[in-house]
């Protein structure tokens, strides 16, 4: 067995190992009971342990180190499988549009502190700030999704500015307490605010493009798809997205200056990297990516609430971040499926969600601080093919 | 090289010009509360010198590094590098200006790969650019193949460990090649002035020897780097420095030649005792 993958090709191991996941998830996410869902996790788990012990997680981590490119389109394939599978079905498009935008606010809180070392808990807030953006514009300007995602995240950045004196100039606490601040003032400013609909929210008119409504649903090959797919695709475009620019980020000049004001801002200084330019760039090219993530949610959601935008929300985000591993784009995207999905599976810890991710987190902390899929060794170029040895 | 020519070189006179010196310190002092790190502290280091700068513990030698890189603002004095003021500038600016450091307690990024931690250094002569970094990747790419291959010949030449490990992280690595690693990062943007704070802490004897030997080859390839140096151990003070600047509390007691500050009075009475006197 053993033999059998470590000689094996890492593309091809990479193929079969996003062919498990793909069939993994459709038979996951078809479960109805309680007993069927806790049973397949033992069996993940149990196949996720097996892949270490055969070397197969070790040839798919090879693949991801000389191929990213390929292995990138690979994850695309199984998401454009899944969305396939489930054309016709409004609930699991929700459940794994919703994935892919959770991934997508945790890549830009990676950014944030995954790299930099600058702690947002208000990514709900940035998120809602994007979804009240889309409603506003969607209900009075005929702009279309190209541009009112954008400028979701546009208006995200620049509310952000608010808070990059004290995020900047001073050290981790400190800015978790503001940005902790500014999650609940959030809420409470939506609460109060009328025109944004008080506490009951407000309805989304649905995304148009060249006058195809993204609210019904589109006939492919005679099939009537749930009008959730025209999201699902949209969700994961974005995702694409966020992933490759997060990604080409990590692997540049930039990105290791990040790294470097996060490890040490003393040293940092001392070899012309400037720390507040860093932590600002950070900053806002997180809540950019954070806010375009939300528009689309907030129009997919059809109608949002400040609720929907809580200090909670803003704790299982970073919770993602954690699970996944600091930086890792694809544990951040794993990740943000484990916390997404189970919830709504096990029905039974709905209501502990909040307890179970905090206990999962500590867990996380203590026993594996990189995270369930730790980041790999930046490589600016994709490594030669000695390192597949 | 460069200095015979600078050397050699005439003004409009017809008169030689003068090197000047490359660092000029005049009066610098420093105070944390009650304690005076640095007292009315003057020196100067010509092209091409290099500089033992040496007292007991506590005696203001790494305070005039954090002073002199902008990590601390002066309370008085001036510092003149390089014809320029760089007095209370920004660690940023001194750097630009071309002035590179090591740090007493190593100061790597662990997590990173010894190319990562040795392209720190190279900050200023690399393309930080937004469309660059994110957009022009074929370009980024050859700008990374060349650092590469410059960054891979540099820790050649200290340990050929080093540059078969570019893309390891440097937290698994023991004490010696940390300080190399730390020795490349300064290296790599070729600057005039190299401070190297104890670079012998938690290395041998012979390792210490070994450091120096490659340092010293580095800066012969580079051409007239100046150096001050903060060290312990007197055998490489006296192997390596032209001259010799002694601080205790915070004052300069003795400067001159190894031989003349070895022979000093002042000076064996500020080591008396202290674990530096063998
Ligand atoms: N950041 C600081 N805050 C307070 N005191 C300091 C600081 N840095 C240095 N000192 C004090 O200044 C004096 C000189 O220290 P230092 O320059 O580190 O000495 P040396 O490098 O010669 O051993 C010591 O008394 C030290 O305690
Ligand atoms: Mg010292």
Redesign the pocket.
Known sequence: MNQLFSRMPPLAAAALAALLAFVFAVVFMEQESDVAVISLLALGAVAAWGAGRVGLSRRVSAAAATRPGAVAALGGAVALGLLAVFAEDHFPLLMLSTVMLYATVALGLNVQFGYTGVVNFAGAAFFGIGAYTAAELVGRTALPPILVLPLGGLIAAVVGLVLVVPVVRTRGHYAAVVTIAFSVLFKTFLEVNDTLGGPQGLSVAPLSLFGWSFGEGPEILGISASFYLNYALAALAVLALAFVMVRRLERSWIGLSLDAVRLDETASACYGIGIRRSKILAFVVGNLVIGTAGALYGSMLGYIAPTSFTFSDSLILVAIVLLGGMGSPWGTVFAAAIVVILPEKLQAIQEYRFLLFSVVVMAILLFRPEGLLPRAVRRYMPAPKEVAR | MMQVETALALDTLGLPITPERLLDIQGLAKS??G?R?LNDVSFSLGRGEILGLI??????????F?VLTGL?RPDGGKILFDGADITGNSPQAVYRAGIARTF?RSRLCLELSIFDNIMVGNHARLNHGLMFNLFQRKAFRLEVESALAEATELAASFSPNLAAAMFEPVGALPMIERRRIEICRALISRPKLLLLDEPSAGMTHDETHQLMDDILAVRERQGGLSIII?EHEMGVIERVSDHCVV?NY?EKIAEGSYQDIASDRLVQEAYLGSEVGR
């Open positions: 944390f509360g304690v790190a007292g007991p513990n506590g005696s203001g030698k790494t305070t005039s954090n601390y007493q903060i601080l915070g």
